[in-house]
């Protein structure tokens, strides 16, 4: 295994470029940016030196909407109707899903994410715990929500209260400043108006953050207004989930109102086009209405199942296209607005620094092949990242100042594939047993 | 340099997956496959031999519309009004460009193309005896078309008649059966009645295709039938320019009567989604008509500064996912049509071959890493491909028999991609001398 992987210490990336200047950064043993210049490698006596030359540094990618695990799922059923794909595929098999499934599904979509740049993500799901196992090992930044679902039973509700309940404690326990909770109320359509009540006041209690879906399609709107006579950001609200702790994620059927709200709130709305491409929500996220009105927007891949990777160079490019396409403008979400999103609205949201690079911010750091096809000719470097490069232009990525991966390698990256792989068969052969 | 690359004979693939099954492809010193199965090894006394273990084998990936050289224009200008763009951005760096711009940026274009696993492409642009030497160099296929405008002037069209007419006769006069020449009247816009008409008499005569953009914007269409009474398909028909032999590229705008006559006539429509997005054309091509028609219906990346990749890997995502979301269902364009469009009607398009792997067909063939995170789990091979996969998990690429990547190393990559930078360099600097 490459030597830069396995060191720890202090760390200098040396002559690499950041807008278009060739610079060095150095990173203190804390994981934190010590300086950035030309003199940058005077300020500390580095462990480790990372070679920059014929690299790009950009802040790692923050990847605020996913359900990591199922990564297991990837290409399972797809190009269906929605509420066959759930009724037929999805749930049946998720309902063997075991936390080793869990475990070995969470691991895997770390490798992805560490292999196209991303650092940090917004997670959703069950058996949580074992999730955080996982990012623990795979050394990411994640922050964890319960998937919240009371179908307004009342027995139900106690159960996810517990479930919640128990995460936060098990997360608490793990001290790990990588790995944060939140509480995950799934929807308006999942979820009763107690639930999210009880959702919104644990959360502020605790001090943690909302992680919702919130006006995916536009049923979930029509329903939303005739069973509650509003909206269903009016409705989040009335039950206190929308603070600046919040996540929500798609966000497509948001009316101009609603999107003023969101950014008063304060809220964060995470854009997931290529998931809303495929399920055909018949809608982009209205980005001008909630640019206008000042909210942070970000960026998610949503889980494998309805994308079918995790890959946000790749997210950034469906993003900058899709608003353009579905808005009519070719001058909407430009590639630097695209990269915004994909970093520091990311950080912002998911409280992991500012997401820039910038001394005193976490050295959450990617270097990006200079070389590579897609950044030649390097006329803007942001453009190329955008429209041109997908996730196999990351060469090096620092999370907290360590290198999850240099030169592409991550360690162990054969087994767990294999692992996954495994899981995956297994849980399917399951399935197929008891039905 | 692998040796696998510089070997020259009769080839074996052993132990390849293709649909689920494991099989030998055996390739003669002609370059056909000459067998599939268990037993194809028999068949051949091989020269060299493919480790197929780890792969999934896929007809090559035919690009049925791109300006190749425009690699060289990559993230030059982007996030633009369409006019602007054209007028203030690339016409004025065009109007520098040289014929050993466009041999470097063909040849930067084909080892971008290699490298995703395309094997062929139909190409429209300046300096065409420049792109075939290019294409000749990296050993691809491609269809050579140079761009017709005669902007409704007849000095203008005797011109290009004249260019067209000696692109025709140098390409064949190289007598390279990888190498094809086609008519490439640019558009209803840009090329009067009388030039369409000498274009679809020319290639008649020479028996040779015809390269045109129909239908990219609204615009296009209302001055159409503003100027001339007519939308855009049927003008091009009374000019004679709708053929078996002819690809029209976009097709946005393209009514329901307009696909019928694109299927009566055996045109094949190129759809480009990526660019349609980027230019937020305000419509997908209607490929639900197009289908309904019985049209053949490929796939194009356009040029690189308008898209700005030539992987057709990540287009068939953006295939797949636009139609979805731009005609409002789930079901449309599933993974299995959409590498349909990017192998087999490519092929049919540009007289290839039948773009199958099967016995009698040229051998371009492309092997897939089974073993990436991208194609774990491997449910379904079809989907990996289309949504999860980009062109990064090509591994091995095929044309006409002889390899022209192996293991992702293509042979003078380095060069070619210094030459390209320079080349981009260069024109960027003379433009702005003599501006």
Chains 1, 2 share one sequence.
């Not at 210490?9 to 950035?36: C, H, M, N, P, Q």
């Not at 939303?224 to 798609?250: E, I, Q, W």
């Amino acid at each position: 295994m490459n030597e830069i992987i396995t060191a720890r210490g202090s760390l200098l990336i040396a002559g690499v470029t950041i807008d278009g200047a060739t610079v060095d950064i150095a990173v203190d043993e804390k994981g934190t940016i010590a300086a950035i210049g030309k003199d940058a490698k005077k300020t500390i006596d580095a462990d480790i030196v990372i070679d920059g030359s014929d690299r790009i540094a950009v802040p790692g990618l923050v990847n605020t909407h996913t359900h990591a695990a199922m990564s297991l799922l990837r290409g399972y059923a797809d190009d269906m109707i929605l509420q066959d794909w759930l009724s037929q595929k999805i749930w049946p098999l998720e309902a063997h899903l075991t936390g080793d499934d869990v475990y070995a599904g969470t691991r895997f979509a770390c490798l992805e994410m560490i292999k196209s740049g991303t650092v940090a993500f917004n997670d959703m799901y069950f058996f949580m715990d074992r999730a955080a196992a996982a990012v623990d090992d795979m050394g990411m930044r994640a922050t964890l929500a319960y998937g919240f679902i009371d179908l307004g039973m009342e027995e139900k509700r106690e159960a996810e209260i517990k479930a919640t309940e128990t995460l936060v404690a098990h997360v608490r326990s793990l001290d790990n400043p990588r790995i944060r909770v939140a509480v995950g109320p799934h929807s308006v359509y999942t979820v009763s108006p107690e639930g999210l009540r009880w959702c919104a006041e644990y959360a502020a209690e605790q001090e943690i953050g909302i992680h919702v879906h919130l006006s995916e399609t536009e049923k979930e709107v029509v329903d939303c207004v005739a069973r509650f006579g509003k909206r269903p950001a009016y409705l989040l609200d009335d039950c206190g989930c929308l603070t600046p702790r919040t996540v929500a994620a798609h966000c497509c059927w948001l009316d101009e109102a609603e999107c003023r709200l969101l950014a008063e709130r304060g809220v964060t709305a995470s854009h997931n086009p290529a998931s809303n491409m495929k399920l055909a929500v018949n809608r982009a996220m209205p980005y001008h209405w909630l640019k206008a009105a000042g909210a942070n927007v970000s960026l998610g891949t949503d889980g494998c199942s309805s994308n079918n990777n995790l890959d946000l160079m790749e997210e950034m490019k469906f993003a900058a296209l899709l608003q353009k396409f579905a808005w009519n403008s070719p001058t909407l979400l430009p590639a630097g607005e695209a990269i915004e999103m994909a970093t520091a609205a990311g950080a912002r949201a998911l409280g992991t620094g500012p997401g820039t690079l910038t001394v005193g911010a976490p050295a959450d750091i990617v270097l990006l092949d200079a070389r590579a096809v897609c950044n030649t000719p390097l006329f803007h470097a942001d453009s190329n990242a955008v429209y041109a490069c997908n996730g196999g232009a990351v060469m090096t990525v620092l999370c907290q100042g360590r290198v999850l991966m240099h030169e592409r390698e991550v360690p162990g990256e054969e087994e767990i594939v294999r692992e996954a792989a495994a899981a995956a068969r297994s849980l399917v052969d399951r399935a197929q047993d008891s039905s």
